[in-house]
């Protein structure tokens, strides 16, 4: 079950590291293909991307995850450092190629069965931010392997959207009227449009977007408008 966030005021206070409990989305993907753990991590928020350990959802033994990074494994874990480098999605055998583990991180995947791993990393214009890793008893398939691999986004996108949807417009401060302006430019609305819509003066309605596209960081409406939906902040 994917948690609410309504009891936390700011994302710092939320727990960085959250177990996935009845995930009705990650039980569907389980019966396309059979995997043993799941973990989450990264947002598209700065200060939050994957490695730091800010924002982690997983199903693997409450232990391995806690001893993983109070030992800061994630810095010189394979998986992560050569999933930053390519971009790509990889298995484990992949990065031990280019890169070979720690006695510790093997001692401690052994002991905790989190074995045959593969990382999906998530990325916006280029630039990695999040990543889905999977693990197996026996390795995966290579279509099961493309399968995770092409699930994973939609994945990140779905168990991080309430945790968007409750900091990210404010830790962009972007305000409502941002925000609703956003929404309804994605449907194709002209600004006259938005105005009639949601009250806004069209004038209010230019000055809206203007502002939340430039702290988007977008050259135009367009683009504003398919970061802001990138990002969890419209649907």
């Known amino acids: 079950m994917i948690q609410g966030f309504d009891g936390y005021a700011h994302l710092g206070d939320v727990p960085k590291q959250r177990r996935l409990r009845d ?4 039980e569907l993907l389980r019966k396309a293909v059979p995997f043993e753990y799941v973990a989450i991590g990264g947002l598209d928020l700065d200060g939050y991307h994957l490695g730091r350990g800010q924002s982690i959802d997983t199903d693997m033994p409450p232990a391995f995850i806690e001893t993983y990074f ?6 010189s874990d ?33 002991f905790f069965g ?14 990695m931010y999040g990543g889905v890793c999977f693990t197996t008893s026996q390795p995966f398939t290579t279509g099961e392997f493309e399968f995770l691999a ?14 968007m949807d409750r900091f990210a ?21 002209t600004s006259d449009e938005i105005a009639d819509v949601s009250k806004y003066q069209p004038g209010t309605v230019n000055s809206y977007l203007k502002s939340g596209t430039k702290k988007l960081g977008a050259a135009n409406r367009v683009e504003a408008v398919a970061t802001a939906i990138r990002r969890g902040l419209i649907a």
Do not use: W
């Open 23 to 26: 995930c009705s989305i990650i």
């Open 70 to 75: 109070a030992e800061a494994l994630g810095q």
């Open 78 to 110: 394979p998986i992560v450092a050569v999933g930053k480098m390519v971009a790509k999605p990889l298995t484990e055998e992949e990065a031990y190629g280019i890169m070979p583990p720690s006695d510790r991180l093997e001692k401690l995947k052994r």
């Open 114 to 127: 989190v074995n045959n791993r593969v990382f999906v990393p998530i990325t916006r214009e280029g630039k």
């Open 150 to 163: 092409m699930a994973a986004e939609q994945l990140h996108r779905t168990i991080t959207k309430s945790l």
């Open 169 to 189: 417009g404010r830790l962009l401060k972007l305000t409502h009227g941002e925000i609703t302006c956003l929404q309804l430019a994605s449907t194709g609305r």
